[in-house]
């Protein structure tokens, strides 16, 4: 493979980008611009020994990376970072490429090139670089951008490191007890979603959370029928249902022990609030 500098956004690729130049924010942790790209099929970049160190997250879509002489897949979820030196070449896969991104000065300490799949939170990644557009776009806040920026960085650090199995299996459990939260979930099955023994779950999930795998269930579960509960106009029992309980009161019993107050006065406090 022969490397030559060469971009092409392709004519329905759309960037959201913040520089460092009008936000002070992203200099301060050696970043050089950062955004946000919903790349079309046409999408090419090449850098000729680069000279920036780049993490880039695959939020939808899917993109390939050209790497040890041949392409590689890059699915929702995974994770590329690529140290200054190296050329880089990726591209959209057919369907298109939606990933963020943060491009760093040369110094910025950065791991080797690798990708990973399952280890990053391509919603709450997404969610931070999009939040500091907009900040930027609108009341541009020094303060906000710099929280902004730290929470961009802090994802960034997290994906440097290397994670083990456990940590992989944990995050696999707790991603799809978040897409059926409404389902029956046991210890048996916690155990077999994660690939490993209930004792081996317990332990770990312990160490991680300071919970049990059934309390932290229990605790998603309350975290969810609270913003239910905050943004929806479904009755209690709707809610319940919603987070896997079938008795009312047995679910009002642990949102109390979760959250603090009962569902019907959280959310009763939430009106007032609002109201103020």
């Not at 590689?72 to 896969?93: C, D, F, M, N, Q």
């Not at 969610?127 to 776009?137: I, K, Q, V």
């Not at 696999?172 to 209930?198: G, I, K, N, P, T």
């Amino acid at each position: 493979m022969v490397f030559r500098e060469r971009l092409e956004l392709g004519e329905n690729t759309r960037e959201n980008i913040v520089w460092d130049r009008t936000c002070a924010a992203l200099a301060t942790f050696q970043t050089q611009f950062c955004g946000v790209t919903w790349a079309d099929e046409n999408y090419y970049l090449c850098r000729e020994n680069s000279g920036v160190a780049t993490i880039m997250w695959t939020l939808g879509g899917s993109g390939l990376l050209w790497h040890e002489n041949a392409w590689h897949t890059l699915e929702s979820g995974a994770v590329i970072r690529l140290p200054a030196g190296p050329s880089h070449l990726y591209k959209a896969g057919e369907n298109g490429w939606h990933f963020g991104w943060i491009v760093q000065n040369a110094r910025a300490p950065l791991a080797p090139t690798v990708w990973e799949t399952d280890v990053c939170e391509p919603f709450a990644v997404s969610a931070a670089l999009e939040g500091l557009y907009r900040e930027h776009l609108g009341a541009a806040d020094r303060e906000m951008e710099s929280r902004w920026c730290d929470l961009i960085h802090r994802y960034a650090a997290r994906s440097q490191r290397q994670q083990s199995e456990e940590e992989r299996s944990l995050w696999r459990v707790w991603s799809a007890v978040d897409a059926e939260m409404h389902r029956d979930w046991s210890l048996s099955d916690l155990a077999r979603e994660a690939h490993m023994s209930e004792e081996t779950l317990r332990r770990f999930c312990l160490k991680q959370t300071g919970h049990s795998p059934i309390q932290h269930l229990s605790y998603l579960r309350m975290q969810r029928a609270a913003s239910l509960l905050s943004r929806t106009s479904w009755n209690v029992s709707q809610v319940a249902r919603s987070v896997g309980y079938d008795n009312q009161f047995a679910f009002s019993s642990a949102f109390k022990k979760w959250i603090g107050s009962a569902p019907s006065d959280f959310r009763k406090r939430l009106s007032e609030e609002k109201a103020v």
